[in-house]
Structures are given as C-alpha cells and as structure tokens.
C-alpha cells in the first residue's frame, strides 16, 4: 500500500493561490502497484468545508468524480475524507491500471481554487529514477557562469516510455 507522508499545509508548496486563499495538492506523481491503495491529499486555507475531486481527461477537460466533507464517504472504489481542519484525501482501491491518470482537487464555492494536480501511475513497472548532474570545474570561479550545462539521468524507466520532456521552472 502507498501511503502519503502527513505534511504541513502551506500555501506555497504546490498549491495554487489566489486572493481568497489556496489550495495545495500532493504528491504531484504517485505510482502505485495493481491492487494496492493510491492516496491523494488536499490541504485548503478556505473555510469551506467541501472538497472536489476531478480526474483529468485525454482531451484536457475534467470529469467531476465527488466531494469529500468532514465526513467519511465511499462512491465504488473511491474514498473521501478529511484528515485534519485543512487537509482532505481521495482513495482509489483497488487502483488499477486504467485509473492513471492526473487528478485534481478544488475548493467549492462561486471562485473555486484548483490544486496543481497529482499524476497517478499504476503499474508493475519501476518508478524511473531522476538525477541532475552539474558539471564542476576544475577551478571553481569567482562568479558562477552566466549559463551552464546540466545533464538528466534517467534509468529504470518503463518500456513504452521514448519521450522524456525538460520543463524548466
């Protein structure tokens, strides 16, 4: 079972603001196994006590799945709650394969505040590991370049997978 580490809610750790207050969503990528349990969370500094959830779709709009409350409840395989006066959780069990996918939260109300969204992976497959390497010198300047090369290295990824995209930011 993949379980979330509890974290501190703060508004600016992965979470979408606005004036009215924000919402923070994690992890931003689970991958869990065929059968096991996938757990999202939402932390909100808004005082509504509602919380949606939407899965995005292959056209980039969003399907609306439910809301969690202060209340535990259960719709099929999913599950919703809150854990804490901020932080509410989604849950897919048994996740299978056809749940990948990016999943969103939201606030409710008139101006609803979206989280940045959780990419859920089920699969056998190894999560690939990243690594970013920066090139050190054989004298270290006084003042760091202006530019530099860095290198990605990625192993154990997945068959299938032939496109690895560099966003910076």
């Not at 979206?114 to 090139?135: D, K």
Request: net charge negative.
């Amino acid at each position: 079972i993949a379980e979330t580490p509890t974290q501190n809610c703060s508004p600016h750790a992965g979470g979408v603001s606005a004036q009215a207050g924000w919402v923070q969503q994690s992890p931003g990528q689970l991958w869990v196994l065929p059968g096991h349990t996938a757990e999202m969370n939402c932390c909100s500094s808004l005082s509504e006590s509602n919380i949606h959830w939407y899965r995005e779709k292959t056209d980039g709009s969003l399907v609306w799945i439910y809301w969690s409350s202060s209340s535990l409840s259960q719709k099929g395989k999913y599950s919703f709650g809150k854990k804490s006066d901020q932080t509410h959780f989604f849950a897919i069990s048994p996740a299978q394969r056809e749940d990948s996918g990016v999943y969103y939260c939201s606030s409710s109300g008139i101006a609803p505040v979206f989280g940045s969204g959780t990419r859920l992976v089920v699969s056998n497959a190894t999560e690939p590991q990243l690594s970013i390497l920066v090139p050190v010198g054989a004298e270290e300047p006084r003042q760091p370049p202006a530019t530099f090369p860095l290198l990605c290295h990625l192993h154990d990824i997945p068959a299938g997978w032939d496109t690895v995209r560099w966003q910076p930011g």
